[in-house]
């Protein structure tokens, strides 16, 4: 008893200097909570950020800024999503990814070289589109000669008008008949007709439904070798050999002497319907 006492004291003084540190640090944060309006203090900066008092017509811009300053924030970290949804890179990456999978490699080429390939070619088709957003939006507002509304509108609409021209009428009428926005079977004849709520999504099952027919075609000729191996190999007896492990090899060299890279990059690329000059 005596030892853990002996090991005791010398901590209870620095307990007690603890406590009372504590102490005097809530009561003084409880006497400037007090004195201090910090609702107050956040309208007093708020007025002279705007250089006059609350409620005035300065305030309300410094507030419509704030809100156009949080709106594009948003704009930005959704911009992989957008860059997904309205342009061709949905299909350039399921397209690569089946490939793969139809080669029987797991990891190679890895999705870092497959996406940023996908990527690169989505800037090579996606050209002319984002000259038109340059040109008609995004310059004029930098040189203040429109507002933000007419630039994002501006900037919108060559968007919109690549996604109308690459989408089949059938799914734009199946999201228009859902929508109550049209009649049924019926497609407006140019891209303002379409509202976003119905292009965005028509122009993604679109995508997903030519990104797997390429990949069905895809598969037809590895699937051949894939059959071929596998019959020599049991022809020959060697059932305990997987195909997998003999077939690879020639479904590579295969893919490679027809010059497969260039013969699908060039295919996927030419398969978009670009619409320049806003039309």
Same mark, same amino acid.
């Given at each position: 008893?005596?030892?853990?006492?002996?090991?005791?004291? !010398?901590?209870?003084?620095?307990?007690?200097?603890? =406590?009372?540190?504590?102490? +005097? /640090?809530?009561?003084?944060?409880?006497?400037? *909570?007090?004195?201090?309006?910090?609702?107050?203090? @956040?309208?007093?900066?708020?007025?002279? =950020?705007?250089?006059?008092? !609350?409620?005035?017509?300065?305030? $309300?811009?410094?507030?419509?800024? /704030?809100?156009?300053?949080?709106?594009?924030?948003?704009?930005?970290?959704?911009?992989?999503?957008?860059?997904?949804?309205?342009?061709?890179?949905?299909?350039?990456?399921?397209?690569?990814?089946?490939?793969?999978? *139809?080669?029987?490699?797991?990891?190679?080429? !890895?999705?870092? +070289?497959?996406? $940023?390939? *996908?990527?690169?070619?989505?800037?090579?088709?996606?050209?002319?589109?984002?000259?038109?957003?340059?040109?008609?939006?995004?310059?004029?507002?930098?040189?203040?000669?429109?507002?933000?509304?007419? $630039? %994002?509108?501006?900037?919108?609409?060559?968007?919109?008008?690549? %996604?109308?021209?690459?989408?089949?009428?059938?799914? @734009? *009428?199946?999201?228009?008949?859902?929508?109550?926005?049209?009649?049924?079977?019926?497609?407006?004849?140019?891209?303002?007709?379409?509202?976003?709520?119905?292009? +965005?999504?028509?122009?993604?099952?679109?995508?997903?439904?030519?990104?797997?027919?390429?990949?069905?075609?895809?598969?037809?000729?590895?699937?051949?070798?894939?059959?071929?191996? $596998?019959?020599?190999?049991?022809?020959?007896? %060697? %059932?305990?050999?997987?195909?997998?492990?003999?077939?690879?090899?020639?479904?590579?060299?295969?893919?490679?002497?027809?010059?497969?890279?260039?013969?699908?990059?060039?295919? /996927?690329?030419?398969?978009?319907?670009? +619409?320049?000059?806003?039309?």
């Amino acid at each position: 008893m005596g030892r853990f006492l002996l090991f005791a004291a !010398p901590r209870r003084p620095a307990l007690v200097s603890g =406590l009372v540190v504590l102490a +005097v /640090l809530a009561g003084a944060g409880g006497a400037w *909570a007090q004195d201090t309006d910090l609702g107050g203090l @956040i309208r007093d900066l708020s007025s002279t =950020l705007g250089g006059t008092e !609350p409620g005035s017509d300065t305030g $309300a811009s410094l507030s419509g800024r /704030l809100i156009q300053l949080f709106a594009l924030i948003t704009v930005l970290s959704i911009a992989p999503g957008l860059l997904v949804v309205t342009t061709s890179f949905t299909r350039f990456v399921i397209v690569f990814s089946m490939l793969r999978s *139809a080669l029987g490699l797991n990891q190679t080429p !890895p999705n870092m +070289v497959l996406n $940023a390939m *996908a990527l690169f070619m989505t800037f090579f088709v996606m050209q002319p589109v984002f000259d038109d957003a340059w040109q008609s939006g995004l310059r004029p507002l930098m040189q203040n000669a429109i507002t933000e509304e007419q $630039a %994002m509108m501006n900037i919108a609409e060559p968007f919109r008008a690549f %996604m109308f021209v690459n989408t089949r009428d059938k799914d @734009i *009428a199946l999201f228009q008949d859902i929508a109550g926005e049209a009649e049924p079977d019926v497609v407006p004849d140019a891209a303002e007709g379409v509202s976003w709520r119905v292009m +965005v999504p028509a122009f993604m099952i679109s995508e997903l439904r030519r990104a797997f027919t390429i990949g069905f075609l895809l598969y037809l000729p590895f699937i051949a070798i894939d059959l071929i191996v $596998a019959s020599v190999l049991m022809s020959a007896g %060697m %059932m305990m050999l997987p195909p997998v492990i003999v077939s690879l090899p020639f479904k590579v060299i295969f893919f490679v002497l027809i010059d497969g890279w260039y013969m699908l990059a060039g295919s /996927l690329m030419q398969s978009y319907l670009t +619409v320049t000059g806003g039309g």
